[in-house]
């Protein structure tokens, strides 16, 4: 049987199965997800290629021995800007060229002197401004992929506020959640269908009984990465659920299960946000505390006995 045929013949068992709800149908968001989808996922694109072309910059400092990368924080800065102007134009002067730094930085003055000796040659300017005409560019061109994002998601004003007011999602992520996942929370039958689908969850490798690996399906990248960034700066936030959650995982997993499992609380959380309206409400840091205090007592009191530290229990008054 010819090849085409095979895969017609598949496809018609495959919409038969479906038709008796035998297997579920793939998840497509509408047209106007689909095109939020686009364009969020353009604008990481566009943001990584100014983070490549950044690196190429200081792989060319580093050769032509400019030190800055480690006194100046931000060499997209204005005084990293000044400085790259500066050595493209043809300055090499040590002195003159601190002199064009905001006076914010930092390094002392002797420091900042001293990484700036080096031997910049034309070709080290001609790559130099190659790269920066690239980055201005690619700048540009965020910009207008961002207006664009914000003319997509204006009828989505209200989801985009509501999920900004979790800890650690900005607008940004609110556009790449509402892109990846749409509006539309009844495709997913539950919050642990959407955690599995974005692959925020351990795959299920078990054989006889016994459980080979413990790591993360795949899902959807996109999402995923997204979620991942989130929750590092959600978990920096003290006094806070997440940052809770985090520190008692991290204790027993490592911080990199630890991350995965803010994320997808982080999903749970826009899941129901998005499905009821409700606006994010933090458990707290005592949370886990007080959900099982008699666990949490016998834990402690395992722990002091494994310390050689013997424990009466009575009731508080």
């Known amino acids: 049987m010819p090849s085409q045929a095979r895969t017609f013949c598949f496809y018609n068992e495959v919409e038969q199965l479906r038709a008796m709800g035998l297997i579920r149908g793939s998840f497509v968001p509408p047209t106007p997800v689909q095109e939020l989808r686009d364009l969020t996922r353009t604008r990481k694109q566009l943001v990584r290629e100014i983070a490549q072309h950044t690196q190429r910059i200081q792989k060319t400092l580093e050769d032509a021995n400019i030190k800055i990368t480690g006194v100046i924080s ?25 002199q064009l730094t905001t006076g914010r930085l930092k390094a002392p003055r002797s420091q900042l002197v001293e990484a700036l000796r080096g031997r910049v040659r034309s070709h080290h300017r ?20 961002e207006e664009r994002i914000g003319e997509s998601t204006e009828p989505y004003r209200a989801a985009v506020e509501l999920l900004d007011t979790i800890p650690g999602v900005n607008p940004t992520a609110a556009h790449v959640i509402l892109g990846e996942i749409g509006l539309d929370m009844t495709r997913f039958p539950t919050a642990a269908h959407l955690i599995s689908w974005a692959g925020l969850c351990p795959r299920n490798d078990e ?28 978990v920096r936030k003290k006094s806070s659920y997440f940052r809770a959650q985090f520190l008692r995982i ?22 129901h946000m998005l499905r009821t309206g409700a606006v994010y409400e933090d458990l707290g840091e005592h949370y886990f505390d007080t959900r099982d205090r008699v666990k949490l007592v016998r834990r402690l009191v395992r722990r002091l006995g494994d310390l050689g530290v013997q424990v009466e229990l009575k009731g508080a008054a």
């Open 207 to 234: 054989s006889a009984g016994k459980r080979r690996s413990t790591r993360v399906r795949k899902g959807a990248p996109w999402l995923k990465t997204t979620l991942v960034q989130a929750a590092w700066a959600a």
């Open 126 to 145: 001609f790559l130099l401004k190659l790269h920066l005409d690239q980055i201005d560019a690619l700048q540009g061109a965020v910009r207008e992929v």
């Open 74 to 98: 931000d060499i997209l800065g204005q005084s990293g800007r000044a400085l790259l102007e500066a050595l493209i134009a043809g300055e090499t002067d040590p002195e003159r060229l601190v």
């Open 250 to 271: 991290k204790a027993r997993r490592g911080p990199m299960k630890a991350i995965i499992a803010v994320a997808a609380s982080m999903l749970t959380a826009a899941y």
